[in-house]
């Protein structure tokens, strides 16, 4: 499991955009966001840098942690 840190998700609409940026790139992974912390918990088969892509490129600049 990785923990990215997303600064700029800020609320609910922000929290599903992650989310399906996640799943849309790997469908089997386990996403859990916490919107206050402004951080996710991802379990996906995909490299961290693949999943750091897929939330650039729908906005949410994202580092591991």
Do not use: W, Y
């Not at 966001?33 to 961290?48: C, G, K």
Request: glycine fraction near 4%.
């Amino acid at each position: 499991m990785t923990t990215f840190s997303i600064p700029d998700m800020s609320c609910g609409h922000c929290k599903a955009s992650v989310e399906a940026a996640i799943l849309k790139l790997d469908p089997a992974a386990s996403v859990v966001v916490d919107l206050q912390a402004r951080r996710a918990d991802v379990m996906s088969t995909e490299p961290d840098e693949a999943l750091m892509n897929a939330l650039n490129a729908v906005g949410f600049p994202a580092q591991a942690v």
